[in-house]
């Protein structure tokens, strides 16, 4: 069974810094990538970084470059999000998928299955 967990949400003010992970099972893990989403209350649902298992290429949404660093560790299985700077704008769930195989690298929404549940950011300001 494929599975997602996500994980590292939590409460930090403005400047701060969290780790998210998301830990993957069920799939060959170095074949697909993982990308991260978010949704804040009444928004659409956004991309935010995604990361290539095995070439290890990434990918940001520019409200995040300079802040944000996507990572994985193949052994574990688990790809990071380490958030810098943490700005009020960035709270929102957080959620991690799989991409589906075959298709460029990128954060289209609809290119992406097996969603986690969801971990909760919130930045106070």
């Known amino acids: 069974e494929v599975q997602l967990v996500e994980s590292g949400g939590g409460l930090v003010q403005a400047g701060g810094s969290l780790r998210l992970s998301c830990a993957a099972s069920?799939?060959?893990?170095?074949?697909?990538?993982i990308g991260w989403f978010r949704q804040a209350p009444g928004k659409e649902r956004e991309g935010v970084s995604c990361?290539?298992?095995?070439?290890?290429?990434?990918y940001y949404v520019d409200s995040v470059k300079g802040r944000f660093t996507i990572s994985s560790d193949n052994a574990k299985k688990t790809v990071y999000l380490q958030m810098n700077n943490l700005k009020p704008e960035d709270t929102a769930v957080y959620y991690c998928?799989?991409?589906?195989?075959?298709?460029?690298?990128?954060?289209?929404?609809?290119?992406?299955?097996?969603w986690g549940q969801g971990t909760q950011v919130t930045v106070s300001s």
């Open positions: 069920g799939f060959t893990f170095d074949d697909y990538a």
């Open positions: 990361i290539s298992i095995s070439d290890g290429s990434t």
């Open positions: 998928a799989i991409q589906l195989p075959g298709l460029a690298l990128g954060l289209a929404s609809y290119e992406y299955d097996y």
